[in-house]
Nanobody, 117 residues
């Protein structure tokens, strides 16, 4: 089992920054990758960013490229999402997701990000 706990959400003005954190615990050796997803009101959950187990490979949805940065500190079992130049359309609940061996997947409870115009 893997447990994920997100933090760092909040209310910020457009153009501002936030850093989300995902604390990972449990069977961390089984994790093959960590993703961030988000879900805005009335919309489906969508992929935001991903990082592999070593932190050597990252990917982003086009909407956040150049503004968001995903990183991880394996010594602390933490994954971060640095969000800069935030826009109102970034408003959503942000979820940490872990992919593990045997096609297992785990989700955190989410953290709310609200960007005011």
């Amino acid at each position: 089992q893997v447990q994920l706990v997100e933090s760092g959400g909040g209310l910020v003005q457009a153009g501002g920054s936030l850093r989300l954190a995902c604390a990972v615990s449990g069977s961390t050796v089984s994790i093959t990758g960590i993703n961030w997803f988000r879900q805005a009101p009335g919309k489906e959950r969508e992929f935001v960013a991903a990082i592999n187990s070593r932190g050597s490979v990252t990917s982003y949805t086009n909407a956040v490229k150049g503004r968001f940065t995903i990183s991880r500190d394996n010594a602390k079992n933490m994954v971060y999402l640095q969000m800069n130049s935030l826009k109102p359309e970034d408003t959503a609940v942000y979820y940490c997701n872990a992919e593990a061996t045997y096609s297992r997947t785990y989700w955190g409870q989410g953290t709310q990000v609200t960007v005011s115009s």
